[in-house]
T-cell receptor, first 113, second 112 residues
Framework: AQSVTQLGSHVSVSEGALVLLRCNYS??????LFWYVQYPNQGLQLLLKYTSAATLVKGINGFEAEFKKSETSFHLTKPSAHMSDAAEYFCAVSDLAGNQFYFGTGTSLTVIP | NAGVTQTPKFRVLKTGQSMTLQCAQD?????MSWYRQDPGMGLRLIHYSVGAGITDQGEVPNGYNVSRSTTEDFPLRLLSAAPSQTSVYFC???????????FGSGTRLTVV
């Protein structure tokens, strides 16, 4: 089965600093990969997705992620953190058949003014 | 479009009671799934469906049943509620495997 590992359950950054949230996947075949954001007491919102096209994927709210097959990684970045970025972030993987879709355990991002 | 609609938003059940969590989507999506979210464990897949009449188990299916008689609806049934089923439940749908899921706003269930 596919799986993703998110390194760091809590990440704190200063406002204006680089945001880096890590995600590694386990698969011998590059799967489809996704990043979601969850604000308190809300459902999940899709930030961006990788589906075997460009390896650098741009999403909403200034986030982007780079697919690196050699490192089996799909890290999420944003050049400059904003207070409104404080939320829980989930990496997810779907197998190529698309039947199952698995989430990582999440990373809580705190932005310090 | 309403997207994915879940009802109820909150519910308190007594141990042993049964209930159905409703989920409906109006986007004509083929794929639908149910997840539960627990602190420190992310979202875990309970059951999923790839079309009307087709369902399958996810990671944590025990104690839950689903059916998919129409494209729009995907209810989740708790047969005999247990305190371990206290959680936030999310229903989600997507067009096909190329797309990410669109999520409902969740149902917060407490079993006492």
């Amino acid at each position: 089965a596919q799986s993703v590992t998110q390194l760091g359950s809590h990440v704190s950054v200063s406002e204006g600093a680089l945001v880096l949230l890590r995600c590694n996947y386990s698969s011998s075949v590059p799967p489809y990969l996704f990043w979601y954001v969850q604000y308190p007491n809300q459902g999940l919102q899709l930030l961006l997705k990788y589906t075997s096209a460009a390896t650098l994927v741009k999403g909403i709210n200034g986030f982007e992620a780079e697919f690196k097959k050699s490192e089996t990684s799909f890290h999420l970045t944003k050049p400059s953190a904003h207070m409104s970025d404080a939320a829980e972030y989930f990496c997810a993987v779907s197998d190529l058949a698309g039947n199952q879709f698995y989430f990582g355990t999440g990373t809580s991002l705190t932005v310090i003014p | 479009n309403a997207g994915v609609t879940q009802t109820p938003k909150f519910r308190v059940l007594k141990t042993g009671q049964s209930m159905t969590l409703q989920c409906a989507q109006d986007m004509n999506h083929e794929y639908m799934s149910w997840y539960r979210q627990d602190p420190g464990m992310g979202l875990r897949l309970i059951h999923y469906s790839v079309g009307a009449g087709i369902t399958d188990q996810g990671e944590v299916p025990n104690g839950y049943n689903v059916s998919r008689s129409t494209t729009e609806d995907f209810p989740l049934r708790l047969l005999s509620a247990a305190p371990s089923q206290t959680s936030v439940y999310f229903c989600a749908s997507r067009m096909n495997f190329n797309y990410g899921y669109t999520f409902g706003s969740g149902t917060r269930l407490t079993v006492v």
